[in-house]
């Protein structure tokens, strides 16, 4: 086996500045193993959708590699939709919302809560704004079969995703001619290039089309299609003509964005029907080929790009992605279970960059399709964003990062409107940093240490004054409110977590969850890596963070063992506590070890998990979490069998499949296994690594080390 590869310090500090990816020597041949996974469909998948994207926008694809026969989803980064303002008296704007107030240790602290007397603008605010489809490309049959062609009416179907290109091949038969479409999107814009190759251009008017759906914001998961087609007179489309090209204007409501069509050769554009918002791209005659491309933009982009200039650079970028930051090579060749694990790693790091490497952090859906309307949770930031760096993709991590120190006036907001110090993050978050009212949105804790690791993990990799700068104010703003919130209880003589609070499981009464064993193990890792970033610019660290870091309460034990919260009622024995996030797991394995945990009693509860928990009910992060858990204990044949539990599934392009919880796909399942390999790979201190099951010939190249 091989150690990862380091890069010196200065060598590093130079790639922070200029982010670009670190170049790895590497002796592992990438690209063969790269292209082992390529994905091969002969069919649609109305769930899991062939992707080509850059992050910040992604285009779903069908069999035609197109959006023919299935609405898939174009989504970007930026494009949000609010729906019009409710009309009933009191709750006709934001300002209008309340909130509720709870009992919170004997004072009145006001949550961003769903108003019972306030419904319509509580429930406004939950779904406004929605992340919108951008528009639907496919393939415009013309007069073969009267028009009303089917996918099974197609033959010979074959698609072919090319994972070191980023580029999608698609090739079928309609009335025994070939239809070869290359799809591709570029590294740089919000653009896909379309290639249509087949002499039914030429003889039947074989062309595109373009349609553009209203989005409502009615539904809490959006999946697997967004957007209504059919709601026409409730959005309008304009267009504007140049040569060899067009500008369509797409208004909704207060939403307006441009989609630029330009094509080569000869070819004409049209609207199909005066109400409707579609049209049609056909080429003369002569030709049995048509290129395009279609750039999405919120003002229009006034662009010019070719087909071929496109691929090019899509195959440029995705080369250099795989070759540079770090990469691991499992003995797939005779080993059925690490053939699988290398497939899913491949995959969602492909899934992943064009998924989740956005300027905020993703939704949990990333741009598949729309879950909790689109936007994206704080507390999962972690989950999404986490391996990036021990992959040492550094420039991916940076893309969205940014987000705390973007959000920290609203949380400064929040944390002064309810009576603490410092800055207190939100939840359920759209790009301006307002939290969506709810019950869990508003008393959820668990998001606040993510920060703090964060810029921990950045430090140990760029150790320079830059780096104690970009987080110094997010940190400093964060800590004081941990400390403002963590209570003094003059009776123990100790500071308690909650209540009211909900744990990283979201399965107990809020009232009576006091003292969760994550969340003080968080709480306290995160307050002494804030006293560390003090004392690192030689400041005076605060008293108020000393003083609740070394006094908060110990974590709760029944029947020798850890458990979510203290008091909990028989844990082990009531199924609603045993169904949810093992989150208490935590405290050993995503974080480094704390003092206070004993290590009997921590392997009394791992066992103690895995001889109540109802797994087929977990989903996400769970195995994952488990995997890294077992692989600190040194079990490495256990951290693999949980990243490939059954109940952890992922489908045949890659996607993670959201279980009997949520819809597919749900990337921090795929983003929690890349951070358990990276993990695996790269050691963690007092650890080298990697670690790995002894008959398994593993190489690694390139991994960060964990804490």
């Known amino acids: 086996m091989m150690f990862p590869l380091r890069l010196g310090k200065w060598a590093k500090v130079l790639y922070l500045l ?10 592992i041949d990438r690209k063969s193993i790269v292209q082992q996974y390529n994905i091969k469909l002969s069919q649609s998948n109305p769930y899991s959708p062939v992707q080509v994207g850059n992050g910040n926008f992604a285009f779903g694809v069908d069999i035609t590699g197109l959006q023919t026969f299935l609405p898939h989803n174009t989504l970007s980064s930026w494009g949000w939709h609010n729906q019009s303002l409710p009309t009933t008296p009191n709750q006709t704007l ?13 004072r009145l602290v006001n949550y961003a809560q769903p108003n019972p007397e306030q419904k319509d603008i509580s429930q406004w605010m939950i779904a406004n704004p929605h992340r919108i489809n951008l528009g639907r490309v496919g393939l415009w049959f013309g007069g073969i079969a009267g028009g009303n062609v089917t996918e099974d009416l197609l033959a010979g179907k074959e698609q072919v995703l090319e994972l070191w290109e980023g580029v999608i091949k698609s090739t079928f038969f309609i009335n025994g001619e070939k239809v070869v479409v290359t799809t591709v999107a570029s590294p740089e814009t919000d653009t896909i290039a379309v290639d249509i190759s087949s002499s039914l251009v030429r003889t039947a008017g074989l062309g595109a089309f373009f349609d553009f759906p209203y989005a409502t914001g009615k539904n809490k998961f959006d999946a697997p299609f967004v957007g209504l087609f059919n709601a026409t007179s409730n959005h309008s489309t304009t267009d504007e003509y140049r040569n060899k090209g ?6 909704l409501d207060a939403t307006t964005y441009t989609a630029d069509i330009a094509w080569e050769g000869y070819a004409r554009l049209s609207r199909l029907h005066r109400n409707e918002h579609k049209y049609i791209l056909a080429a003369s005659q002569r030709s049995e080929t048509l290129s395009f491309t279609v750039t999405y933009a919120p003002w229009v982009a006034n662009v010019s790009y070719t087909a071929e200039s496109v691929k090019q650079k899509s195959q440029s970028w995705w080369a250099d992605y795989w070759s540079t930051g770090a990469f691991v090579s499992l003995p797939s060749a005779n080993n059925a279970s690490a053939n699988e694990l290398q497939r899913r790693t491949i995959l969602s790091q492909y899934l992943l960059a064009v998924n989740g490497a956005g300027k905020d952090p993703p939704q949990e859906s990333g741009l598949v399709n729309n879950g909790w309307y689109g936007k994206f949770h704080l507390e999962m930031v972690f989950w999404h964003l986490a391996h990036w760096m021990f992959w040492e993709k550094w420039d991916l991590y940076d893309r969205s990062i940014g987000v705390y120190e973007r959000f920290l006036p609203s949380s400064f907001e929040r944390a002064e409107k309810q009576g603490y110090e410092g800055a207190r993050l939100g939840k359920m978050s759209d790009p301006s ?34 780096t104690l700068e970009k987080w110094d104010e ?10 403002s919130y963590a209570f003094w209880n003059s009776t123990t003589n100790q500071y308690d977590l909650g209540p009211p609070m909900y744990p990283v499981s979201e399965n107990t009464n809020p009232n009576e969850t006091i003292n969760p064993t994550f969340e003080l193990a968080y709480w306290r890792f995160g307050l002494d890596v804030a006293s560390k970033w003090q004392a690192r610019q030689n400041k005076s660290t605060p008293e108020s963070w000393v003083h609740v870091r070394d006094n908060l309460a110990p974590f709760p ?23 949810d996030h093992p989150g208490l797991l935590g405290i050993y394995g995503w974080l480094p070890p704390d003092t206070r945990v004993n290590m009997t009693i921590f392997n009394n509860t791992i066992t103690k998990v895995h001889e109540t928990w ?3 009910f977990s989903y996400g992060w769970d195995f994952p979490l488990l995997a890294i858990t077992e692989a600190r204990r040194g079990d490495a044949e256990r951290a693999v069998s949980q990243l490939l539990d059954v109940n952890n599934a992922f489908d045949e392009v890659g996607m993670p499949e959201g279980g009997t919880r949520v819809p597919t796909p749900y990337f921090p399942s795929s983003a929690g296994l890349l951070l358990a390999v990276g993990m695996m790979c790269g050691g963690w201190d007092g650890y080298k690594g990697p670690v790995w099951p002894s008959h398994w010939d593993v190489e690694c190249e390139g991994f960060t080390r964990a804490m």
């Open 433 to 466: 940093g307002r939290s969506a009212p709810g019950e869990i949105n508003s008393l959820l804790i668990w998001q606040q240490p993510h920060p703090m690791y964060f810029a921990e993990m950045e430090y140990r990799s760029f150790p320079t004054e830059k």
């Open 557 to 579: 034990i029944e029947e020798n063992a850890y458990v979510t919260y203290e008091g909990i009622p028989n844990m082990w024995t009531t199924p609603e506590y045993t169904e």
């Open 474 to 483: 997010v940190l400093t703003g964060v800590a004081d409110f941990m400390a």
């Open 18 to 27: 200029s982010l670009t990816s670190p170049v790895v020597e590497s002796k």
């Open 94 to 106: 934001p300002s209008d919302y309340t909130g509720v107030d709870w009992w919170t240790h004997d």
């Open 614 to 616: 109802n797994f087929p």
């Open 246 to 251: 067009a500008t369509i204007t797409h208004v």
